[in-house]
């Protein structure tokens, strides 16, 4: 791990080339559906007052997201990032995710029934308490801005996406290593009823703990080419 800063100050200036590539950053509030997203990719996101203090300087990046990473699944990233925005939580792990940290936040312990699976004959809408929560999960991920990396191969676990989400993810991730741009001390993650979330520093679980393959960045480059290709740049 004595490479991690070095290989994150390398993963933010990918990050800002890839920026410039999306024509700027991208918000969940007012993303539509027929904009050019590609069919498949990676999603990184950021948030208001979250900085790198040790890899340079600039926002920090605090969500990793893909898509369709089994097999029998065909989602787009466009109904990833929709199912995000507006979806339901038992259907996004990141809505669930915020909505534990804002239910703390307001020092609420309803609706109790977020985060679990519902018991077998037990009433399947919403009730009021979820649908307010619901709201102001949207509203918060609303006012992320993220970016996309093209990234069309086909679903499975064996994909360029996996491999680019699951290395992402351990190379930013600060769970049980010393911390590297840490988050805010306000950062609304530390309200989040999951440790790893808490721990990491960022609004994931998975691969939070695993090691980090710095290869994912050559083949991030790569599919970059592709997009200026595609682009005519």
Known sequence: MKKRPADLMRFYRLMEDLQALNGGLHRLASAKPDFSWPQRGVAWFYEKG?????????????????????????????????ADATGSHRVSVFRTLIGLSLRDLTGNTEPQSWGRERAPGEEAAPDKAELALESAVSLYIGQMPFVVLAVDDEPGPRSARAFIERNSIALLSNYARPPIDPPSATWLG????????????????????????????????SLMQDMRAAAGM
């Open 50 to 82: 979250e900085s790198r203090s040790e890899s340079g300087s600039g926002a920090r990046i605090v969500r990793v997201s893909t898509h369709a990473l089994k097999p029998e699944l065909n989602s787009t990233l466009w109904e990833r990032l929709s």
């Open 190 to 221: 530390k309200r989040c009823g999951r440790e790893k979330v808490r721990q990491s520093g960022i609004w994931n679980t998975g691969h939070v703990d695993a090691a980090y393959d710095p290869s994912f960045m050559e083949t991030m480059k």
